[in-house]
T-cell receptor, first 110, second 114 residues
Framework: LAKTTQPISMDSYEGQEVNITCSHN???????ITWYQQFPSQGPRFIIQ???TKVTNEVASLFIPADRKSSTLSLPRVSLSDTAVYYC???????????FGAGTTVTVRA | EPEVTQTPSHQVTQMGQEVILRCVPI?????FYWYRQILGQKVEFLVS????????KSEIFDDQFSVERPDGSNFTLKIRSTKLEDSAMYFC????????????FGSGTRLTVV
């Protein structure tokens, strides 16, 4: 499994855009990039998944450069309820397991 | 939105006792998983289950643990002879087609071994 590196924490204010960059230098050809969100005492929640370029859904955007050695999760106009831990995971679609790191704790302040 | 349901939400048990954690995955999902998270630590993979058999298990998932899909809807994790270090949040997850559309996790069972 490709190793991922992401910041330990980030602070933001309501209404701002939050961008979390994840490094995955050893990403393999068949690997996808997936982001999960976790609130305290709750299970992780799937946010977005991509292979290359840009993916957007109603919650976030995922930017993946051509070399795929990093990716950036973009959360537009965050609110207090977006305070959570965000995990970047790299692996194949058919992986039977997810390997979570420490994630990035995002704190949104009023 | 479909949910993965876990019961109980909290379980307190004495060391050495057996516990069964229950999960109802999303109805059309075919892949089932258990993860755990010790307080303040990472989410750790325990086991995956597909087509009525274990697909993969971690080193944590030793003979103390077992999983079962006793009927068409439930998926259980049994922990025999619990130890203090088994205290953790246990999350059940399911997916439709491996990881293609992401996994859906339940809200977890907080297991406290005393």
């Amino acid at each position: 499994l490709a190793k991922t590196t992401q910041p330990i924490s980030m602070d933001s204010y309501e209404g701002q855009e939050v961008n979390i960059t994840c490094s995955h230098n050893n990403i393999a050809t068949n690997d996808y990039i997936t982001w999960y969100q976790q609130f305290p005492s709750q299970g992780p929640r799937f946010i977005i998944q991509g292979y290359k370029t840009k993916v957007t859904n109603e919650v976030a955007s995922l930017f993946i450069p051509a070399d795929r050695k990093s990716s950036t999760l973009s959360l537009p106009r965050v609110s207090l309820s977006d305070t959570a831990v965000y995990y970047c995971l790299v692996g194949t679609i058919n992986d039977y397991k997810l390997s979570f790191g420490a994630g990035t704790t995002v704190t949104v302040r009023a | 939105e479909p949910e993965v349901t876990q019961t109980p939400s909290h379980q307190v048990t004495q060391m050495g006792q057996e516990v069964i954690l229950r999960c109802v995955p999303i109805s059309n999902h075919l892949y089932f998983y258990w993860y755990r998270q010790i307080l303040g630590q990472k989410v750790e993979f325990l086991v995956s289950f597909y087509n009525n058999e274990i697909s993969e298990k971690s080193e944590i998932f030793d003979d103390q643990f077992s999983v079962e899909r006793p009927d068409g809807s439930n998926f259980t994790l049994k922990i025999r002879s619990t130890k203090l270090e088994d205290s953790a949040m246990y999350f059940c997850a399911s997916s439709e087609d491996g990881g293609r559309y992401g996994y859906t996790f339940g809200s977890g069972t907080r297991l406290t071994v005393v």
